[in-house]
């Protein structure tokens, strides 16, 4: 399906115009991709490296206007226990990107694809694994009860747009990692640890949205 199905095939459920508006404004802008990287300017990436396509999906409820999140099961080989957007690798049965994040949304914390309404893509991010990550975001219309996965996503939980969406709220950190000091985003929120790529993309969403 492609974006302007998705959006055509939503615009009666639109309820919220400011928030939607605010969100289109901010997809309207330019930028430039984004990377876990930005931070780290002596990091020399290699040219011609392959990096695998997968997406992310930014759902925010269109009533209330939070931001659907998870938190990745302790028991996962892969950043465990980590704050992180509904999403995954984009598979062959995927169409494309958007496609990709809307199945990832299904399966991960049950989120039905015809109460999505699909605004825009931003900038793909590239990540320290090896991903290229193009964030989807959309607006979340009615009840939405969360089923998260067994197995992988331990919590859904919910953060306010506003609170993730401003730039003064981020704050720069850093550890080891690989033998050299890393540096990246961070955005907390009550008890909640909000960063690495997901608090990076939400940087780069935050800057278009002031």
């Known amino acids: 399906m492609s974006l302007t199905q998705h959006r055509l095939g939503s615009r009666r459920k639109v309820k919220t115009p400011d928030l939607r508006q605010t969100l289109m404004d901010a997809l309207s802008k330019t930028g430039r991709a984004s990377s876990d990287y930005d931070l780290n300017k002596d990091v020399a990436l290699p040219t011609g490296r392959k990096l695998t396509p997968a997406s992310v999906l930014i759902a925010v409820r269109a009533d209330t206007g939070r931001l659907i999140l998870t938190k990745r099961s302790a028991k996962l080989k892969h950043h465990p226990g980590q704050i992180a957007f509904a999403g995954g ?16 949304a299904r399966e991960e914390i049950g989120l039905m694809p015809d109460s999505v309404e699909v605004l825009g893509t931003l900038p793909p991010h590239e990540t320290v694994t090896g991903y290229t990550v193009t964030p989807v975001v959309a607006l979340v219309h009615g009840a939405f009860d969360p089923t998260p996965e067994l197995g992988e996503v331990s919590e859904v939980f919910e953060a306010p747009l506003a609170h993730v969406s401003d730039p003064t709220m981020f704050r720069i950190e850093g550890r080891h990692w690989r033998g050299h000091r890393r540096q990246y985003f961070v955005v907390p929120y009550g008890p909640y640890y909000i960063w690495g790529a997901t608090a990076r993309i939400l940087r780069a969403l935050a800057d278009r949205m002031t």
């Not at 690798?89 to 809307?102: G, M, P, R, T, Y």
């Open 89 to 104: 690798k984009q598979d062959s049965s995927d169409v494309d990107e958007i496609a990709a994040a809307l199945r990832e």
